[in-house]
């Protein structure tokens, strides 16, 4: 697999090609993915999250900084399924973290799309596994949002980060429902601007009401307020990072090891339907029934159900020939 054998020396080419291909759903990227899989599971990576603006590219770019000072190479995915061209939010991220684009060991790429029939969270698994097979120690994956999506995404970090910024309390209200739960660090970046404190204190509140055990082997999030743009807070970031990962591979071990239990599940069962679902799809688009059948359902002479049960019936009668 000469795609593959580049990608673990380093090539950066092939890298970005097969990261491309995966973004793309192109179904020949899952041979090289394959290939690449025994080479995974050595990066620590790093998941942030929060509505657009908060300063989650400013955050990561400092990140950047602070990790490659202390001689660590890095992969940086920004998601944003939101921004339907590479412009938009997607090119202030890299504007961004421009700087960092001549340095070699920093690998920084920009996911548009909202994935395939496996979804956003599916494709973003299988990047971060090309980044961890090329070598890279630190993955920082940025997602916009506060969504199911996103919490999808993050539940793949080590580490998951969610940035708000003060006088947020309705925000804080809205995002609770499971996002207080899988959030390991919160930020408060903006520092600069008035609320610091009260914010603090309303999700401190919040925290301590959501029903986290006080118990040794139980992490407890922390709170670190950072002026990004000034680089203000990101050291503490990283310590609070780095006691987050000693907890998870000392005290916390049961704990990260049904978290990768969980990711597995996911990640199983999101190939599974992609693989199912394009399968059937493909099928279905070069079927001349297929309009005639949509047509149908528009006059309203059938329904979904009826259709969906003989579109089935062909599928496994096909399969079953194969
Ligand atoms: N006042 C202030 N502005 C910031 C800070 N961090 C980032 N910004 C600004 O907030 C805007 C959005 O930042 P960006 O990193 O693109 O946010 P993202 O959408 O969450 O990635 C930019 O204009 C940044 O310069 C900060 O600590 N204080
Ligand atoms: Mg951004």
Same mark, same amino acid.
């Given at each position: 697999m000469e795609q593959a054998e580049k990608i673990l020396n380093g090539?950066?080419? /092939?890298?970005?090609?097969?990261?491309? !291909?995966?973004?793309?759903?192109?179904?020949?990227?899952?041979?090289?993915?394959?290939?690449?899989? $025994? @080479?995974?599971?050595? /990066?620590?990576?790093?998941?942030?999250? #929060?509505?657009?603006?908060?300063?989650?590219?400013?955050?990561?770019?400092? %990140? =950047?900084?602070?990790?490659?000072?202390?001689? +660590?190479?890095? #992969?940086? =995915?920004?998601?944003?399924?939101?921004?339907?061209?590479?412009?938009?939010?997607?090119?202030?991220?890299?504007?961004? %973290?421009?700087? @960092?684009?001549?340095?070699?060991?920093?690998?920084?790429?920009?996911?548009a799309t909202r994935g395939h029939f496996g979804g956003v969270t599916r494709s973003t698994h299988s990047i971060i596994d090309v980044l961890d097979a090329m070598g890279k120690d630190i993955i920082l994956v940025e997602t916009v949002g506060v969504g199911q999506d996103e919490v999808d995404i993050v539940t793949t970090a080590h580490t998951t980060i969610i940035a708000m910024i003060p006088g947020m309390g309705d925000d804080i209200q809205a995002i609770k429902a499971g996002i207080l739960e899988v959030a390991d660090i919160f930020v408060i &970046? +903006?520092?600069?601007?008035?609320?610091?404190? +009260?914010? =603090? &204190?309303?999700?401190?509140?919040?925290?301590?009401?959501?029903?986290? *055990? !006080?118990?040794?082997? +139980?992490?407890?999030? $922390?709170?670190?307020?950072? *002026?990004?743009?000034? &680089?203000? #807070?990101?050291?503490?970031?990283?310590?609070?990072? *780095? /006691?987050?990962?000693?907890?998870?591979? &000392?005290?916390?071990?049961?704990?990260l090891k049904e978290r990768l239990r969980k990711r597995a599940f996911k990640d199983l069962t999101d190939t599974v339907k992609e693989t199912v679902i394009a399968g059937i799809m493909q099928q279905l688009e070069s079927s001349e029934s297929f309009q005639g059948m949509i047509d149908e359902l528009a006059e309203k002479k059938t329904d979904p159900f009826t259709l969906c049960d003989q579109i089935m019936e062909v599928f496994y009668a096909q399969k079953e020939k194969s």
């Open positions: 090539d950066v080419r /092939a890298a970005a090609r097969l990261i491309r !291909d995966i973004d793309d759903g192109i179904p020949s990227s899952r041979q090289v993915v394959k290939a690449l899989y $025994p @080479h995974t599971g050595k /990066a620590y990576v790093i998941g942030i999250s #929060g509505f657009p603006g908060v300063g989650k590219s400013t955050l990561v770019d400092q %990140m =950047i900084q602070e990790y490659r000072a202390a001689g +660590k190479s890095l #992969g940086v =995915i920004a998601v944003d399924p939101t921004s339907p061209f590479s412009g938009g939010a997607m090119l202030g991220d890299r504007i961004r %973290m421009q700087r @960092h684009g001549t340095d070699p060991e920093v690998f920084i790429r920009s996911l &970046n +903006k520092a600069d601007r008035e609320g610091v404190e +009260k914010t =603090i &204190n309303e999700l401190r509140t919040m925290l301590e009401m959501s029903c986290r *055990e !006080d118990s040794n082997d +139980k992490w407890h999030p $922390p709170i670190v307020p950072t *002026e990004a743009i000034r &680089n203000r #807070g990101v050291p503490d970031l990283l310590s609070q990072i *780095e /006691a987050h990962k000693d907890f998870l591979f &000392n005290r916390g071990r049961e704990y």
